[in-house]
């Protein structure tokens, strides 16, 4: 049986009906990628100014050469915590924790100019 609503429409109605469904649904896409893309910049703290990142590398304890060439939404600078101590280690690992993934590795002492060498890991929480 017929449904009374589209028993009274022709049939050029019943088609009309799926042109605002389908722009409904073509906006509702297209906002969703632009929320996806948006959202990471809207998100992303403000970066480490010039005179702080210039302080940061005047007090540095070590330098290192980093692995492969990186993007960012621009300069920070991250203290370490009170009990951890960078002269116990050699290397240092960028993760990152939102994502849970590896971002790079430099070694920052004993390094040769080439930062190609094998890299000492560091100990585990469980291992101290």
Known sequence: MRHPL???LGSDMKNRIWIPIASH?????VAFTVGIYVLPVLTASEGASAVELQVAAENARHTGCLERDL?????FVVP???DVN???????VIWCARFSTF???ARYRNATTS???PMQRAPTAAAR
């Open 6 to 8: 589209f028993s009274r």
């Open 25 to 29: 649904l073509a906006t509702a896409l």
């Open 71 to 75: 993007t960012a939404f621009g300069n």
């Open 80 to 82: 370490l915590p009170a």
């Open 86 to 92: 960078p002269a116990q280690y050699t290397s240092v």
């Open 103 to 105: 971002i790079s590795a």
């Open 115 to 117: 930062c190609r060498v």
